[in-house]
């Protein structure tokens, strides 16, 4: 059984950072390529940022602008998302997806498993 727990949210100044992390198991973890996604209230669930397998490759939503970094370590297996500058609209729930695609890919529709998420809050 595939299990992904993130952690690492929490209610954060505009202009802080966060670091997300995303353990997971019952999965062979560095094969995979994994994903981070996010949703606001009322919104559809939005890409942020993916990683290859090897973590050599990365994509990233254009709102990231820089701000965001996504790593891995497979010999954790875990997946991170390192947000600097956060600024309000990035308020949302963060979720880790995998599943058997091996690049980098930005279609949820891509990712078979996922995580319970983590409350992103960025508030003054």
């Known amino acids: 059984q595939v299990q992904l727990v993130e952690s690492g949210g929490g209610l954060v100044s505009p202009g802080g950072s966060l670091r997300l992390s995303c353990a997971v198991s019952?999965?062979?973890?560095?094969?995979?390529?994994m994903g981070w996604f996010r949703q606001a209230p009322g919104k559809e669930r939005e890409f942020v940022a993916t990683i290859s397998w090897s973590g050599l490759s990365t994509s990233y939503a254009h709102f990231v602008k820089g701000r965001f970094t996504i790593s891995r370590d497979n010999a954790k297996n875990k997946v991170f998302l390192q947000m600097n500058d956060l600024q309000p609209e990035d308020t949302a729930i963060y979720y880790c997806?995998?599943?058997?695609?091996?690049?980098?890919?930005?279609?949820?529709?891509?990712?078979?498993?996922w995580g319970q998420g983590t409350q992103v809050t960025v508030s003054s």
């Open positions: 019952g999965h062979t973890f560095s094969a995979y390529a």
């Open positions: 997806a995998t599943g058997l695609v091996r690049n980098t890919a930005v279609d949820k529709d891509e990712y078979d498993h």
